[in-house]
């Protein structure tokens, strides 16, 4: 199945069957969602991989209480930084020159433009806005490597933040859910969507040219 058949072929699936996905394909997604471009490369999120049922089971219960959350084979959140501190930023640094072979004194310019956009920012909340957005680009690599996978992905926005966080004790952390994923298998028989066509809006009104 080549990339547009596989897009073609997901959607956000509203019923799962239980199954569990083998772990080398959510290694693959996982890694796929590492790889994605975020500004400056700073990935100021993290990635929280849950197979465990009673952790699922609490989160259903308090936090997510759809149906895909008991009946996905993993759930993956997406947990954008608190704040950006200096510390984050050094290390980030120090981790470019240890990779690239480079030294510290040539990263500096590198350094201080990541500094300065941090500190445009006028607002803790800002900040957390910014990393969110940051993180929804490693979602959409998720879910297209998931679809390649032919694991079906569900994306939620419909969560209680503040509980999730909660019971995975992110704020410890200094980490914030912002999106979550349930990956598994369709259920052919229970999801209403899975013999539906997709819809989505023609290129017409969709796509503007500019030439």
């Not at 569990?20 to 959510?26: G, H, R, S």
């Not at 991989?49 to 993993?74: D, F, K």
């Not at 209680?160 to 979550?180: F, T, W």
Request: proline share 5%.
């Amino acid at each position: 199945m080549n990339l547009m058949d596989a897009l073609t072929w997901r959607y956000a699936t509203k019923r799962m069957n239980g199954k569990t996905v083998p772990e080398n394909k959510i290694q693959r997604i996982v890694e796929a969602a590492q790889l994605a471009p975020s500004s400056y490369g700073l990935q100021p999120y993290s990635l929280i991989s849950i197979s465990n049922r009673e952790v699922l089971q609490r989160i259903y219960q308090t936090a997510a209480p759809q149906p895909q959350i008991l009946e996905c084979s993993h759930l993956l959140v997406f947990a954008a930084w608190q704040n950006v501190d200096q510390s984050k930023i050094d290390e980030f640094i120090q981790l470019n020159a240890e990779l690239r072979e480079l030294s510290m004194a040539s990263l500096q310019d590198y350094k201080a433009s990541i500094e300065g956009l941090i500190k445009g920012m006028e607002t803790p909340d800002a900040q957390l806005s910014w990393a969110a957005k940051q993180a929804y680009i490693a979602l959409g690599f998720a879910l297209i490597a998931a679809a390649s996978e032919k694991v079906d992905a569900t994306p939620m926005e419909g969560f209680y933040p503040a509980e999730l966080d909660a019971i995975l004790g992110l704020q410890e952390k200094q980490l914030r859910s912002a999106v979550i994923v349930a990956l598994g298998y369709r259920n052919h028989e229970t999801d209403w969507l899975a013999k539906l066509p997709k819809v989505r809006w023609p290129a017409s009104k969709f796509l503007t040219n500019i030439a």
